[in-house]
């Protein structure tokens, strides 16, 4: 099992900056590429971003493409998400997955691991 805690959630306007950072504890060997991906009230959950275990290679919805970054600290086992120039359409619920696959993936289907999610909201 693998064990995904999030943090640095919170209430922000728009324009401002958050960093989210998910840690990864329990069997980490087995995990690979890292994702965020988020839940707005009354949506389907959506794919934001994804990183591979070396973090050579990453994805990025278009929606956040510009703004956000991703990146990983593999001695830490933790990914972060550095979100910029935020909007009020970011504001969700973000989640922390994991994958054995090696490369980065935006289907949900991937993803073996999933944390409990980090409320992020925007106001305007």
């Known amino acids: 099992q693998v064990q995904l805690v999030e943090s640095g959630g919170g209430l922000v306007q728009a324009g401002d900056s958050l960093r989210l950072s998910c840690a990864a504890s329990?069997?980490?060997?087995?995990?690979?590429?890292m994702a965020w991906f988020r839940q707005a009230p009354g949506k389907e959950r959506e794919f934001v971003s994804a990183i591979s275990r070396s973090g050579g290679n990453t994805l990025y919805a278009d929606s956040v493409k510009g703004r956000f970054t991703i990146s990983r600290d593999n001695d830490k086992n933790t990914v972060y998400l550095q979100m910029n120039s935020l909007k009020p359409d970011d504001t969700a619920v973000y989640y922390c997955a994991t994958s054995p696959l090696g490369l980065p993936d935006a289907r949900a289907y991937a993803y073996v691991y999933w944390g409990q999610g980090t409320q992020v909201t925007v106001s305007s």
């Open positions: 329990g069997r980490t060997f087995s995990v690979s590429a």
